[in-house]
């Protein structure tokens, strides 16, 4: 946390640094970065003013810090954590944006079968990927008992949200990330923009067109790179769409030859097994992000039937290091390197 703070002094020193790069009929790109939900955001968009462009880059910043202060799990004073404290007690209020969240995190739950649990919240917190930290089988059986999200009960109408066990933890962390690369995208077209793209780190959103007509460009990592050269192993265009990519390399240590990351399955509390990275394509950030994660747990056979049941492309790597490609962005990848 400390380095963040640092990172975030760093980057608002940089961000007056406003890029501006490529011309035609007066559109041009413009992008900013900073550091919000723990994490780089960049916002790139294409505007025939600077002043515009930097104005609504601003605005997207201010809402997705809105967000942050609603949805963030370790954050105590979030709408989020409201939930959390009031666990087999009563009901909370919340937001539009919060209802409106975990309803979509209880839809990748119901697709999923319970591969993305954002009920996880208990066994997340036994966990310190930084420190090496794994849970003893006592704590994590224990602390099972406590997940399933058929034990989120909302209240549209009321806008309530009511986890049904005492000791229950709602985690945003699978999906909130894409989740504001949605909200940020509808400031930035609110504001008059026609083109650009969030990234939240690894969760992307697109839309309209590049200043050159041509549709954005994102790159996608290579789980298992050898080198500086091939970290990224394929780019694809993509328009009016978002991407997420969920990976066993982002957070995790090796102990014993074992990898233990950020993914875990919440039927057994440990990470899952089946893959090494898995992309989602979808239209809406939330979505890509959720079921990004909860695909990975489901593996990759579960994961590509279900992608084709949605409608959804995506890619996945499995543990051997195997590629499935969905069907509809086949000829769309532009391969680098595969891993
Ligand atoms: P990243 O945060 O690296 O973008 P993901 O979107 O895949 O990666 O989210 C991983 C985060 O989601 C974890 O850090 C944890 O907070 C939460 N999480 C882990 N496993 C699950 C799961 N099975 N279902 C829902 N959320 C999960
Ligand atoms: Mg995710």
Known sequence: MKILKILKILFQLLL??????SCKDGERLYKKSTILMDTVVTITVSSESKENAESAIDSAFERIKEIEGLINFWSPRSEVSALNSAAGREKVKVSPVTLDMVEKALYISRKTEGGFDATIGPIIRLYDFKKKTKPSDSSIKEKLTLIGFRNVFTDKNKSTVYLGK????????????????DVAVEVL??????????????????FGLKPDGLPWLVGIKNPRPKSKD????????????AISTSGDYERFFMENGRRYHHIIDPMTGIP??????VSVISKEGAL???FSTGIFVMGPERGMRLLREL????IIIDTEGKIYVTEGIKDKVNWHKKP
């Open 311 to 314: 409608g959804f492309d995506g």
């Open 16 to 21: 007056c640094t406003l890029i501006a790069s």
């Open 288 to 290: 890509s992000d959720g």
């Open 189 to 206: 077209k609110r504001k008059g923009i026609k083109g650009g793209i969030v990234a939240v780190s690894g969760d992307i959103k697109t």
């Open 166 to 181: 005492k000791g229950m933890s709602f985690d945003t962390g699978g999906i909130a990330k894409g989740y504001a690369a």
């Open 230 to 241: 091939d970290e990224i192993m394929a780019t694809i265009e993509l328009q009016d769409s």
């Open 272 to 277: 899952a097994s089946g893959c090494q990275s």
